[in-house]
């Protein structure tokens, strides 16, 4: 499948690395095609892994990954939009303001979500929210000792949550549970807060949220 990685941090390359890994063709797409950090893949073959702007990677795509800063969200989305009408945007992005003290908070919540604005903004396009309870490295083949990882999703289109599902279980998802309609974000959103605040509080990263049963 082709699939492009909206975004060229942290997160876009590890999910790009993963996805390459697992035999998907991938196009990173970013405001700057030359930065340094993204020298490392001109070492993958040009037809794997490429590099191009915003609006060339989600023209390769099939499906979208959005993996950008919320805070620069809206002008990639309106880069993207035409390139992304009528296929699968998977949403990473949560609303995320810290204040001085590094405290974090929401900058949309309640009655509002960002998984709702990307899809309201893309409105041509089937968003399903997902993976945004994850650290970056354990998005990909996920393994914890403690217990099987939950990630949810939620989306407004049964098929388009159908083959994230299916996208999900190739990157090592086991335990994937639907909730909802994209308006399920607002749920999302705070349970990434939770997952940020559990971080500071043990100094750790390499957590996850797991749904068990009795």
């Known amino acids: 499948m082709k699939i492009a990685i909206i975004g060229s941090g942290e997160v876009g390359q590890a999910l790009a690395k993963g996805l390459v890994e697992l035999g998907h063709k991938v196009m990173i797409g970013t405001r700057d095609t030359e930065k340094k950090e993204l020298k490392w893949t001109k070492k993958v073959h040009h037809e794997i892994l490429s590099v191009g702007s915003f609006a060339e990677a989600a023209d390769f795509g099939e499906i979208a990954i959005l993996a950008v800063t919320w805070h620069a969200a809206e002008n990639v989305l309106n880069i ?14 949560n609303p995320l303001v810290f204040s001085e003290d590094g405290s974090p ?93 559990y971080g500071v509080a043990n100094n750790t990263w390499n957590h996850a949220v797991s749904i068990i049963t009795k």
């Open 80 to 93: 993207i939009r035409p390139e992304v009408s009528g296929k699968i945007v998977i949403d990473l992005t």
């Open 105 to 197: 908070s929401l900058s949309v919540g309640h009655d509002m979500s960002a998984g709702e604005i990307v899809q309201q903004t893309l409105s041509d396009s089937h968003v399903v929210k997902t993976l945004n309870t994850i650290n970056f490295r354990n998005m990909v083949n996920p393994k914890f000792k403690t217990a099987v990882p939950t990630m949810f999703m939620c989306g407004n289109n049964d098929s388009a949550k159908n083959h994230v599902r299916e996208l999900l279980v190739q990157m090592g998802w086991v335990d994937i549970q639907d909730i909802g309609d994209i308006e399920k974000s607002r749920i999302l959103e705070p349970l990434c807060l939770l997952w940020v605040e």
